[in-house]
T-cell receptor, first 109, second 115 residues
Framework: GQNIDQPTEMTATEGAIVQINCTYQTSGFNGLFWYQQHAGEAPTFLSYNVLDGLEEKGRFSSFLSRSKGYSYLLLKELQMKDSASYLCAVNGSNYQLIWGAGTKLIIKP | DVKVTQSSRYLVKRTGEKVFLECVQDMDHENMFWYRQDPGLGLRLIYFSYDVKMKEKGDIPEGYSVSREKKERFSLILESASTNQTSMYLC??????????????FGEGSRLTVL
């Protein structure tokens, strides 16, 4: 079967760094996406990885290892507004997204 | 500013009622999707469409139908609403570039409660 795993909830401190992991087992792979979703709002696109390595975009970075079926989202200099759920999704063999259940990130002052 | 607009943010319906959820996008995207989102389950694909008049079943199409008469509009229909269809419904669109097809633009969501 196809599966995407990420932690249900994480807590971090304002100003710190947090890494949210995502592991996947899919029948095909055409890229991995991270989305941010604030409570009561729609998801918004954060990052896209299709090749191994690190993609950096400001305070956010995303890493991919295709051989390990593994990705992480790294958030630096955490701000209170980063409190949200972070969704990992894989573009599978039929170019349909397979979604993880999301990681709820709680930022404490 | 690009936009996906869903017709209703909150709806309350009774069991057995017919429900229409409308979605319009202004980005000239070919691809449009309907998802539902429930706590702990992540996003589940109901139906999608790659072109006008075209529709494909997603992972959980039972109890739903869709209509795509115009490129910019994709409607989700619940023929006879049931309490297990109480959920957040999210419409999304994306460009036809297959490599970036996972970069979805979402509407604000429609929270449906069926009593």
């Amino acid at each position: 079967g196809q599966n995407i795993d990420q932690p249900t909830e994480m807590t971090a401190t304002e100003g710190a760094i947090v890494q949210i992991n995502c592991t996947y087992q899919t029948s095909g792979f055409n890229g991995l996406f991270w989305y941010q979703q604030h409570a009561g709002e729609a998801p918004t696109f954060l990052s896209y990885n299709v090749l191994d390595g690190l993609e950096e975009k400001g305070r956010f970075s995303s890493f991919l290892s295709r051989s390990k079926g593994y990705s992480y989202l790294l958030l630096k200099e955490l701000q209170m507004k980063d409190s949200a759920s972070y969704l990992c999704a894989v573009n599978g063999s039929n170019y349909q997204l397979i979604w993880g259940a999301g990681t709820k990130l709680i930022i404490k002052p | 500013d690009v936009k996906v607009t869903q017709s209703s943010r909150y709806l309350v319906k009774r069991t057995g009622e017919k429900v229409f959820l409308e979605c319009v996008q202004d980005m000239d995207h070919e691809n449009m999707f309907w998802y539902r989102q429930d706590p702990g389950l992540g996003l589940r694909l109901i139906y999608f469409s790659y072109d006008v008049k075209m529709k494909e079943k997603g992972d959980i199409p039972e109890g739903y139908s869709v209509s795509r008469e115009k490129k910019e509009r994709f409607s989700l229909i619940l023929e006879s609403a049931s309490t297990n269809q109480t959920s957040m419904y999210l419409c999304a669109s994306s460009s036809p570039d297959r490599g970036r097809a996972g970069e979805l633009f979402f509407g604000e969501g429609s929270r449906l409660t069926v009593l």
